[in-house]
């Protein structure tokens, strides 16, 4: 009888330890739950954020592609200017030569 009271007590102190070895293991699992989502959280942060720099940069290159544009048509703009003033210049010069009034 001494032996099965020993054995229960084994028992019940076995039972104890795994009781508190799986309150433990269920700590320790929610904290790493915990800390998993804050890592989803993290990654889903720098990802949104790489795809706006991306689409910033995107942006950029569009706009800068559209100032070179810009920039190549204000160029031939004024070459065609100065092409103009100077068929005005020569125009009036026409005129002068041949007496009309020059305004």
């Known amino acids: 009888m001494q032996r099965l009271q020993v054995g229960k007590a084994r028992l019940e102190a076995t039972a104890q330890q795994q009781a508190k070895t799986i309150e433990a293991l269920q700590k320790d699992l929610q ?59 020569a125009l009036r010069e026409e005129r002068t030569r041949h007496g009309f009034l020059v305004l």
């Open 31 to 89: 904290a790493s739950a915990s800390a998993r989502n804050g890592l989803e959280d993290l990654i889903t942060g720098f990802q949104t954020t790489r795809t706006a720099k991306e689409h910033q940069h995107q942006q950029r290159g569009s706009e800068s592609k559209e100032v070179k544009k810009l920039a190549e048509m204000k160029c031939r703009s004024e070459a065609l200017l100065d092409e103009m003033r100077g068929r005005n210049v």
